[in-house]
């Protein structure tokens, strides 16, 4: 059975710096690009960066670039997002997803992980 | 980046409705769309991809269309509204990065 589960969220000052991760299971981990998107509270869906198999390719939304970071640990089976310089405005649920192809769907989504910026 | 326009941002429908939510795209994105639903408090959950192919396990009266000569135009129709439809439904474009979504789409009990 696949399973995405994120954690490493909490709450945050402005400023700060926070990790997160998305431990996977049930499929062969280095053979997927994977995704993060993010929602924040009570509003739509935001791509935020991903990363191809091999950890070789990542892309950023222009939001985050500069401050965000993607990356996987194929012999954990695990994604990352390392965080700085965080704000307000990156309050949100994050979300991991497995994705096949560079333009394929999202077919597994973990259960997300509540990141709060805030003093 | 691709600006992905969905409509209605939200609706009423009984059960047994036949809902269609629309996705218009600003540029051509081919048939690299896909629809998720998501319910309160949880992930989305792949209905659709690559414009009009079911995911595996999601019901048949769920069904997405478009893209034809534009690129740009799409639908996704529930045939047959259930209680377990209601919902939130979101469009993704997958041609590009940013792989931007729609704004959402609540499908509400009239």
């Known amino acids: 059975e696949v399973q995405l589960v994120e954690s490493g969220g909490g709450l945050v000052q402005p400023g700060g710096s926070l990790r997160l991760s998305c431990a996977a299971s049930g499929f062969t981990f280095s053979s997927y690009w994977m995704h993060w998107v993010r929602q924040a509270p009570g509003k739509g869906l935001v791509w935020v960066s991903r990363i191809n198999g091999a950890g070789t390719s990542t892309s950023y939304a222009d939001s985050v670039k500069g401050r965000f970071t993607i990356s996987r640990d194929n012999a954990k089976n695990t994604l990352y997002l390392q965080m700085n310089s965080l704000r307000a405005e990156d309050t949100a649920v994050y979300y991991c997803?497995?994705?096949?192809?560079?333009?394929?769907?999202?077919?597994?989504w973990g259960q997300g992980t509540l990141v709060t910026v805030s003093s | 980046d691709i600006q992905m326009t969905q409509s209605p941002s939200s609706l009423s429908a009984s059960v047994g409705d036949r809902v269609t939510i629309t996705c218009r795209a600003s540029q051509s994105i081919s048939s690299d769309l896909n629809w998720y639903q998501q319910k309160p408090g949880k992930a989305p959950k792949l209905l659709s991809y690559a414009a009009s192919s079911l995911q595996s396990g999601v019901p048949s009266r769920f069904s997405g269309s478009g893209s034809g000569t534009s690129g740009t135009d799409f639908t996704l129709t529930i045939s047959s509204l259930q209680p377990e439809d209601f919902a939130t439904y979101f469009c993704?474009?997958?041609?590009?990065?940013?792989?931007?979504f729609g704004q959402g789409t609540k499908v509400e009990i009239k």
């Open positions: 993704q474009q997958s041609y590009s990065t940013p792989q931007t």
């Open positions: 997803a497995r994705v096949r192809y560079s333009s394929s769907p999202g077919d597994y």
